[in-house]
């Protein structure tokens, strides 16, 4: 059996996505995060708490630390897919893993170098792309 037959096998076995109930369990999802978002801005506002923008950050990143901890995140991660990683839990989950994951090596070799390593790259590419649409913005703007 050559690669090319080997392959065919493969892709007739494989069982495919189903792209529509993801794509919905992506919305929904990431739509009840914005929701519990707006709710904890919404009592924090009524208790007149200043910043609570910041608070509100705060809290999704320290709940979803929690869960990551938890070994909660994962699972929900493979129910919800993108709509519970795209947000800031996401980023929180990244760092949080891979902290957990180098924990053994110590602080520094281990949680201190490591800890980055699966968010580097959206801190890298989030801030290219808030670079290059301030750039078009300013442009477009006069």
Do not use: Q, R
């Not at 923008?53 to 699972?75: C, E, H, P, R």
């Not at 519970?84 to 990244?94: E, N, Q, S, V």
């Amino acid at each position: 059996m050559n690669i090319d037959e080997y392959k065919k096998i493969v892709k007739k076995y494989t069982p495919s996505p189903n792209k529509l109930k993801n794509a919905y369990l992506s919305f929904i999802s990431g739509g009840c995060i914005g929701l519990i978002g707006t709710i904890i801005y919404n009592i924090l506002t009524y208790y007149n708490i200043s910043n609570a923008n910041v608070w509100v950050i705060i809290i999704l990143i320290i709940s979803a630390s929690i869960l990551t901890g938890l070994s909660i995140f994962d699972n929900l991660v493979e129910k919800f897919k993108c709509g519970i990683i795209i947000p800031i839990t996401g980023f929180a989950h990244a760092m949080t893993s891979s902290a957990i994951d180098y924990k053994k090596d110590g602080f520094i070799s281990g949680i201190g170098s490591n800890t980055f390593k699966l968010a580097g790259s959206v801190i890298l590419y989030g801030t290219i792309s808030a670079f290059i649409l301030t750039i078009i913005k300013v442009i477009t703007n006069g």
